[in-house]
Structure formats: C-alpha cells, structure tokens
C-alpha cells in the first residue's frame, strides 16, 4: 500500500474512454421528473376527491428501478473499460462552465477515477437493489410516487456528489442528499414527531455544512481553485507539513464529515432519522449518504496527509464514535434502533480508518458495510412490514418495530433470516463473510500504527503520542467490534429465536414478504458473504489462507484504488522518508476473529429469547446503567439543556426584546411618524378656496422673486 | 411710451385687485368675477405690448376670450347646480372634499 508506483513514460496518457457518464447521473433525475409528474397528479386527484389516476401508482414501479438498472449497467460498462484501460490521472468529463465568477472559475464537470466509479457502483447496485426492495415495501401507500420520486431524487444528488470533479460540485450533492433525506425522513409529515426527526436532521447537517463551507473558502483563499485535480496538485507545494492552515482546513473537514456521517458530537440526528421508511433507512441512512463523510475524507486524502494531528483528530473520534454508539445500541429494544446506533458505531469505524491513513481500509469497510447494513435493514423492513400485516389484521395497536413483540420469526419469514444471518455474520467479522476482511483491516491499521509504522505515531496530540494514541484506538476498536457481535447476536436471538410474542391471533397473519422485497435480500444477503473477498490480503497472515476465494486477484482493492492515494503516498514519503514497513501479526487477526466469535456466543449463552415477555409485559431496564444506555446516555437530554435550551430561551429573549421592541418598534415608528406628518400636512387643507389662493399667490411671488434677484 | 407704462399699471392694479378679490371674498359669483378681472387685465398687457412684441399677443387675446367664455357658461352652471343643492354661493360652505 505504502509502495510508490513508478510514472511510466514521460507523459500520462489516458487511454479510458467513457460510455456515457453523464447519463449515469442523469437518469435517476429523469426518473425524478416523472416519478414528480405522477405524484402531482396523484396528489390532484386526491384534492378533486375522485379516484386516484391507477398509471399514476403503476408507473413509478416500473420507472424508479428502471431507470436505476440503466445507470447500475452503464456503470458497470465504465468500470470494465475502466479496469481494461491505462488510467494514470483522473478523467475529468467537462460538461459546461457553471461558476464564472472572477477567479472562482468552477466547471460542471463529472471526475472519473478509481474512487468514484467504485462509489458509483455502490450507490447504482445498492440503490437499484432498494428501489425494487421500495416497490414491494411501499406500493400500497398513497404517497408511493412522491416517495419514489424522492428516492431518485437522492441517487441524482449522491452521484453529483461522488462524481462532481471539484469542492463547490460535491456540496452541491452534499446539500442535495440532505434535502432528500430531510424529504423522506419526514415522509410521514402528518405525524409530528417524523416531521420534527426530519427537521432536526436538516438543522444538525446545517452544522456540518458550515465546517464544509469553512474548508472550502480556507482552500480557495489559499489556491485560487477548488476544481480537485489543481487543489490536490498544489496543496503539498502550498501548505506546509502539518501546518496551521492545512490543520484548520482538515478541521473544519472533519466537522463536515462528522455531520453527514453522523459522528459525535453530530451523531444525533440519525437515530431519529428511523423515522423515515424502512428502504430510506437502508439506502440513505446505512449504505449510501451517510457514507458521504468517509468518501471526502478518502478524496482529500492529500489534504489529510498533510495534516497529521488532524487526521489523528478524525481516527480518534470515529473511535468514540464506535465505541458509543455500539454501548447504545446493546440496550435498544426497537429493531430499527438497534440498526441506526450499529450504523453510527460502523460509521465511526470508517472515520478511525480514514483518520489513520487507511483509506483502503475505509473504502473496503465502506462497501462491505453498504452490503451486509442495507441487507439488514431491508431484512428489519421485511420483518415490520410482515409484523405490520399481522398486527393490522387484529387492529393491535402493539409496536410492530419493537423486538419484545417479536420472537421466533425464522419460521414464519425464512429467507429474511437468512439473509439477515448472513449480514449479521457478517457485521460480527466471522471468517470469511464480508465484515471480516474490512473490520480486520481497520483494526489492523490501528496495531501497526502502535507498532510505529504510521506517519501518525510520530505525531503528538494532547500531549500524548501518536503510537500511544493508536493502541487506544486499537483496544477500544475492539472493545466496539466485541459490542457490535453482542447487539447483532442479542437482535437476532430476540427477533428469530425463541417462542413467538406477537399473540395468538396476529399469528396466523405472519408471512414471507413478495419476491419484490425477496430478490434484494437474496443479493444483499449473498452480497454479504461474498463482498469481502475482493480484498484478500495475501500478505497477512491467516487472511492469506483465504486467497483462493479472492475475487479479482488478492488483494484487488487495494491495487485498483492505488491510482487514487498516490497523492497522500507523495506527501508522506516525502515528509516521512524513514517510516518502517508495516507489519501484520497474526495475534490481531486471531483477536478479531475471536471477538466477534465471543461476542456472539456471549448473547447466546446469556440472552434468554425465551424469558422474555412483551413490551407490554416487559419492563424497560430499571437497572441505572441499564437505563443510562437505553435513554441513550441522555445525551439528547444533555444537548437538550446545554445547546437547545438557551439558544430557545436566546430566541424568546431575541423575540420578546429585540424583535418587539426594536425591530416592530421601528418599523410601526416608521409608519406612526408618516401617519403623524400626514395629519400635520393635512392641516394645510383646509377646504377653503381662498386659502388655497393666497398659498398660490404666495408660491407664485416667491418663484417670481426667485427669479428677480 | 408713457402710454405703454400707463396701460401695464393699469392691467397691474386690476390683476392685483382681482388676486386680492379671490383671496378675500367669499361669495363664488364675486370670485368669478375677480377672476375675470385676472384674465382681462392679463389681456391689456398683451394688447398693451403687442407692438413690440409682435401680433401673437393680440392672437393669444382672442383665445383667452373664448377659453373665459367657455369658463363663465360652465362655471356659472356649476355655481347654480350648488345654488340648488345648498341654497348658498357661499364657498365657505363648500369643503366637502376635504379629508
């Protein structure tokens, strides 16, 4: 990985051609357009209260996965020309000039490389695969054609924002897929609480933005250009190694990233954001958006590689991150809530990654992580989706989400057990599912950061020193990776094993979801198993014994994103000319493997499925740690009080005092004082002729002495 | 020449006696009157400097005769029409319009 790959020839050339990106992007807006046409007249119908139009309901079924399947299979014609081609420097398609504005001169241009056909691929598979699953899953709601015209909607904005070839192009996407997240976050808007998830996750973003915003105008202040190709080509002859300025930028970076992929202290808002449907949560709020953070860290990386304390910053806290979230998540009775606090908890894996220079490492747990999570939560989908019919059937109003009124569905929903087995195998890092592979890798860079072979165990931050700092993040990657294969196993356990909870009646209403949502959980859950073997790293011992499942030669991740991190090799060798070679042991691999073995067997041996009672019956945790990890360490509580709190009362105060008193005072002073100087002019009407006359008279003998003298 | 300065006095004072008419009275035909009296002392002047001024001042008199003939037919209707309404010419009496 640290190997710097020799320029052949003198000049690079390209030989890649692309089929067609541009309509890659453009197809899910198209599909937008007429998904939006057809919920407008659905929605015009319902005002007139005749009968919906049925194309209306019928089209966006074919239309939303359609045109995802087009851009999942140009997609992954560009990747084949592009693995089949010499591509020595990123490929950018220029489209039209959008931003001419002085020096800021940005391009509507699309960025081919590595990196972003690779993401592409992610966001088109996955995405396709959630819109057919979103056919099954959410036909028979009234707002099926708004809902997915949002979903094409989103998939448009996150290609701009993987393809986009400069800084202003990404958070363009950036913003897009807030907006559609707000959007089906509070699909539901006529329930309050849904409405206000997706308030809260709109405002938290805003936060985020501001620190992207920030990072943005630092860069261009310095280089005069934000398109990515001259930005990554001038930073290292700019900026010096681990300067303030290029420490500031990462920063502020970093609070972007943090925001959009939910990291503390933004992490906040994507637990509420379960809110949203199920798929949503499965596309937007696991595989893909939230995943937005990891990519632009990855795409910085030069940036990042001369930042080292910054970059120690991110790995440190996408560590906290992991490990608070998945305390969290151990206590958590709702299904979906059990997913979103793993979410963040995995998303925090990413970021330790990232931050510690293993950006393939982040990368491969970022798709592996897109498989087996949206496999799991299109599995959570199946499950409320088959606990929602059993439950209507009776008019139960009993929480279809929470997993006490679940129990033993492996018999009644097969194929989603499976599925989820897969992922959940998977996410628990059990050889050799998916989850392994990447978790393994992420854990690893953290050890051979301890043993000193990372251009971050030079740096001090704190007052404590990098390698210091890497074992910390290895012990306590490891403690959440434990935690992780615990509530993985403990969901599991509670939702598929045991005795059923849902009752008696509901029972018999308890079925196998359509082949709509089948097929997607079928090749996620497939996908799961197989995703980690693109990178098997033959080099590492006890990986190795897996090389021969290895898809596309060992370690084929590694070698097709090499073109895309020779920029961070440049700056560190560079800096670190000294750094010693990396080196696997064999005790971490063995480590890793037996956590997520112990913490599986840990909720096996020690959750009782069969004790259980339901939500009703059930208590919530009375204990106080207990219930400090279920009310999630309060820190909703603590925010609540601490930030919301004053700027609420700030606000009252701004609206009791300044508002009313200053601004409506001068603006109805405005208006009283030409209400007032009306009454005094009025005077001078006095309706009699003759008064009228002399003023004339008047007028006329002072223009005429104007005149005279 | 002394002609000239006695006819431009003598439109003066009529002009200023009928300004002075119009601010003071009160009764509508009276007013009418003193604007009359603006009008026709404005004639003199023009017929007065006609000769050196050229024949455009005594043609502009003429049109002034017709424009206050047309005037005093409408004018005189009007402060008939309010004769009846209010059984007054009194102007004093008129201000509706006012705010």
Known sequence: MLVLQEVAGAVPHNSF????????????????????????????????????????????????????????????????????????????????????????????????????????????????????????????????????????????????????????????????????????????????????????????????????????MILFANLGTLTFGAVFAEAPVVF??????????????????????????????????????????????????????????????????????ASLTVAIVGTLTAVFAATIALKQWDIKKVLAYSTVSQLGFMFAAVGMGAYVAGVFHLMTHAFFKACLFLGAGAVIHAMHEGLHATHSHADAQDMRNMGGLRRYLPVTFFAMAAATLAIAGIPPFAG??????????????????????????????????????GVMLSAAAFMTAFYMGRMMLYTFFGPNRTGEAERSHLHEVGWSMKIPLIALGLLSVIGGWINIDPHVPIVEWFTPLAIGGPAALHDWLHPVLVGPEAVIAANLPNLPEPHHAAWGILLAIAIGVAGLLTAWLFLKPDRLGTAEAEPNYTDTPGRLLYNKWYVDEIYGKVIIGPFQALSRGFSSIVDRWIVDGLVDGAGRLMHGLGRLGGLTQTGQLNTYAFILVLGVLVVLGAFAF | MLTLNIALALSAILFVIGVAGVIVRRNAIILFMCIELMLNAVNLAFVALSPYAGIQGQVFVFFVIAVAAAEAAVGLAIIISVFRHAESVDIKNFSLLRW
């Open chain 1, 240 to 309: 010096a190694y681990s300067g303030p300025v290029i420490t500031a930028i990462c920063l502020f970076l970093l609070l972007g990233a943090a925001g959009k992929s939910a990291q503390i202290p933004l992490y906040v808002w994507l637990p509420d954001a379960m809110a949203g449907p199920t798929p949503v949560s499965a596309l937007i709020h696991a595989a893909t958006m939230v995943t937005a953070g990891v990519y632009m860290v990855v795409r910085s990386a030069t940036l990042f590689a001369l930042a080292p304390s």
């Open chain 1, 436 to 473: 392994f592979f990447s978790k393994d890798e992420v854990i690893g860079a953290a050890w051979i950061g301890a043993g000193g072979a990372s251009p971050l165990s030079e740096v001090t931050l704190l007052g404590i020193a990098g390698s210091t700092w890497m074992t910390f993040i």
């Open chain 1, 17 to 216: 051609e692309p089929i067609l990106p541009g309509l890659i992007v453009l197809l899910p807006l198209i599909g937008f357009v007429i998904n939006g046409i057809a919920s407008l007249v659905a929605v015009r119908d319902t005002s007139r209260e005749r009968a919906v139009s049925p194309w209306t309901q019928r089209l966006p079924s074919i239309v939303a996965p359609g045109v995802m399947l087009v851009a999942f299979i140009l997609a992954v014609m560009n990747f084949f020309r592009m693995a089949g081609a010499e591509l020595h420097e990123p490929l950018v398609v220029h489209y039209w000039s959008w931003l001419p504005a002085g020096d800021l001169q940005v391009d509507a241009a699309l960025q081919l490389d590595p990196l972003s056909i690779l993401m592409t691929l992610i966001i088109t598979g996955v995405g396709m695969l959630i819109h057919v699953f979103s056919v099954g899953y959410m036909r028979a709601d009234p707002g099926y054609p708004r809902y997915m015209a949002y979903l094409n909607l989103f998939v448009f904005f996150m290609l701009v924002l993987v393809l986009g070839a400069s800084f202003p192009l990404m958070f363009v996407g950036w913003e897009g897929v807030g907006l559609c997240s707000y959007l089906l976050i509070g699909f539901w808007f006529a329930d309050r609480a849904n409405a206000d998830a997706g308030k809260k996750a709109f405002i938290v973003n805003r936060i985020g933005d501001f620190g992207f915003l920030m990072a943005m």
